[in-house]
Nanobody, 115 residues
Framework: VQLQASGGGLVQAGGPLRLSCAAS????????VGWYRQAPGKQRELVAS???????NYADSVKGRFTISRDNAKNTIYLQMNSLKAEDTAVYYC??????????WGRGTQVTVSS
């Protein structure tokens, strides 16, 4: 299974941005997908996840501002990010859960929030 994140960019603080995660297979076959992010000098963190039954979970730092969703017809998982803050600046990745220790993370998509 390959998941490719896209949609990053430069946005002003307080603005919105939507990330997309395109799957190489039907997402019906994927139990859960998570959006991770890694800021310079910080550990990678899981910010949101969605299961095949549609249940979602969010990190406290993004609750109420980020929304994860899935479009089964398009085999795509989205991360809608609103009220962005400078501390949301990071490289964002989407991964099938659980992530194996040997997983390759790739380039992700860069989100930069200007204050």
């Amino acid at each position: 299974v390959q998941l490719q994140a896209s949609g990053g960019g430069l946005v002003q603080a307080g603005g919105p941005l939507r990330l997309s995660c395109a799957a190489s297979v039907s997402i019906f076959s994927i139990n859960a997908v998570g959006w991770y992010r890694q800021a310079p000098g910080k550990q990678r963190e899981l910010v949101a996840s969605i299961s095949s039954d549609g249940s979602t979970n969010y990190a406290d730092s993004v609750k109420g501002r980020f929304t994860i969703s899935r479009d089964n017809a398009k085999n795509t998982i989205y991360l809608q990010m609103n009220s962005l803050k400078a501390e949301d600046t990071a490289v964002y990745y989407c991964k099938k859960l659980p992530v194996l220790p040997s997983a390759y993370w790739g380039r992700g998509t860069q989100v930069t929030v200007s204050s």
